[in-house]
């Protein structure tokens, strides 16, 4: 395990963005919208020196218009240097030619990103050469936005990746960021040397060490993260790379190093950032004193989507970087559909090889006949401490009777079901709840990802609030956007609220800087990340 420490590392974000809503988490409601004061307080709180910005009326109306009233709103900034949003000049939105060259050296844009969703245009190298070509003569970084990018479940993204593939190899002195599915993207990063990731969109565990192993760590670079998934927490990423076992050198080089040698600048940290004194451990890499549970794992590869880092001893080296003491896992083979026979039996072998690491949950899949059998045998011969449920994936209703056996066993031995919730998504909404809770008054429940929306949250909040045996796992996307846990916080009981990653999934120190680097008090952190769980646990009756 590399333990090599930061300090006073340079962080350049490669997606900072002025003129988005400002979520007030007393109200709930938005109070206004971002300006570049409150961009660099945000960046100063998380310990960011400079920062690559975008506005966001740029996506909502006037595009050049606003990129011009960008960079004269920064223009008095040394910490902010902007990037433009551009298309396809076809249409007239955006100046051709010299034209627009002109304009990028006025301004001194040295990045640009070409949303395609956002401005709805087709990626067709054809339609792009023009803007391509200009770019590729000023070296200037582009940033290409898919709409399979930062969302919970993304659409296919072979056409994209044929098309980049084709871009990255006919601009071979344009340098490109990108993301995508690992099992395309990875090709791409073989065979196209100017291609590079953002750590904005898609936090895969792991990914930080395999690309550093198989591409090199300058292919990488720190950006915020602001899309459907996640928003405006830069210590998510950020822990992403301080935690990685990498190289001390390596890590300098995708926070701020990367990005500087590709915009030709030359930066030094920046004196008086608050974050660098307040998050000095985590900028540091040392492990946290929290003592954490993660009350929601997944051990195993996930079928429809590559994930770097997806087994036991992965996750607890892990574990033992970031400060982690515990984790709850269950099989993903039982999870995703597979046999879950033997994705649990291979969750009792872990359990029984790191049993002071693991805690073993047992996925049920209502679809079978032995259910009341099987759970009963999985807690009293091979002690699962808890039940996994999925009924998206299993395509069962939260309150159909095949989950009796659950809620039963649940009730007479006091062990937690962790059950999948997302507002919107089949089978899983969380106000299911509301006909089983109060039908087993012993049992223990955690309503998984707490709805995954605005709106899943305000039922859960409403159930916990209800009722006292039912309980908040902040894993998922909800909680990965500013202000919305210090929005819950306020609303149920603190004792309610417990911490799950949803590795292997999600990347575990991603996760863990939700909660870690809230703005939120000590008491509170430590009661979500340990002692909520730990006390949780120890209700049950069968030893």
């Not at 935690?243 to 590709?262: F, T, V």
Request: charge should be negative; hydrophobic fraction near 40%; charged fraction near 20%.
């Amino acid at each position: 395990m590399n333990m090599e420490k930061l300090e006073n590392p340079v962080v350049f974000d490669l997606n900072g963005t002025i003129g988005q809503p400002v979520f007030d988490p007393e109200s709930g409601r938005f109070t206004g919208y971002t300006d570049r004061e409150k961009l660099l307080r945000n960046m100063g709180y998380y310990g960011v020196d400079y920062a690559l910005v975008s506005h966001f009326r740029a996506l909502k109306g006037d595009i050049m218009g606003m990129n011009v009233s960008l960079s004269e709103e920064i223009d008095e900034s040394d910490r902010l240097f902007a990037c433009w949003h551009l298309l396809p000049c076809s249409t007239g939105d955006v100046p051709c030619g010299r034209k627009l060259s002109e304009l990028l050296k006025e301004h001194g844009i040295r990045a640009v990103r070409i949303p395609f969703a956002d401005y709805n245009v087709c990626f067709i190298e054809e339609l792009l050469e023009d803007l391509l070509r200009i770019l590729e003569e000023e070296r200037i970084l582009t940033i290409l936005q898919f709409p399979y990018m930062g969302v919970p479940v993304p659409d296919r993204d072979d056409a994209y990746m044929d098309v980049l593939l084709s871009v990255c190899r006919n601009y071979p002195s344009l340098p490109i960021v990108c993301a995508g599915r690992l099992r395309g993207l990875y090709y791409l990063l073989e065979k196209c040397p100017n291609l590079h990731l953002s750590l904005e969109w898609d936090p895969h565990p792991g990914i930080v060490e395999e690309v550093c192993r198989r591409f090199g760590p300058h292919r990488l670079l720190f950006g915020t993260p602001y899309s459907e998934n996640a928003k405006e927490v830069s210590a998510m990423p950020l822990m992403m790379v301080t935690y990685a076992d990498i190289m001390k050198s390596d890590k300098l080089s995708i926070l701020g190093g990367n990005l500087a040698g590709l915009l030709g600048f030359d930066c030094k940290p920046r004196e008086g950032v608050p974050g660098k004194t307040i998050f000095r451990k985590i900028l540091a890499g040392e492990p946290l004193d929290y003592n954490i549970i993660d009350i929601h794992t997944h051990i195993g590869p996930f079928p429809w989507e590559y994930k770097p880092s997806t087994d036991a001893e992965s996750l607890i080296g892990c574990m033992q970087r970031i400060g982690v003491s515990r984790a709850c896992i269950n099989a993903t083979e039982a999870v995703t559909g597979g046999n879950h026979y033997e994705g649990n039996r291979e969750i009792i072998n872990l359990v029984q090889r790191y049993p002071d690491s693991f805690i073993g949950l047992l996925v049920f899949n209502p679809n079978f006949t032995d259910g009341e059998e099987y759970v009963n045998t999985c807690i009293h011969k091979y002690g699962f401490r808890g039940i996994k449920i999925h009924p998206r994936v299993h395509g069962c209703a939260i309150t159909d009777n095949k989950y009796t056996p659950v809620w039963a066993a649940s009730e007479t031995n006091r062990i937690p079901v962790l059950c999948h919730t997302g507002q919107g998504q089949p089978f899983s909404e969380p106000a299911q709840f509301e006909s089983i809770v109060p039908a087993y008054p012993h049992g223990l429940f955690i309503l998984g990802h707490t709805g995954e929306t605005f709106t899943g949250m305000q039922a859960c909040i409403k159930l916990a609030n209800a009722y006292p045996n039912v309980y908040l796992d902040l894993s998922g996307w909800c909680f990965m956007k500013k202000g919305f846990l210090e929005y819950l916080v306020t609303r149920v009981n603190i004792e309610q609220i417990v911490f799950g990653s949803d590795y292997s999934w999600i990347d575990l120190p991603y996760a863990v800087a939700a909660v870690a680097c809230a703005d939120i008090s000590e008491r509170e952190k430590r009661m979500i990340l340990s002692e909520n769980a730990s006390r949780l646990l120890e209700m049950r009756r069968c030893r």
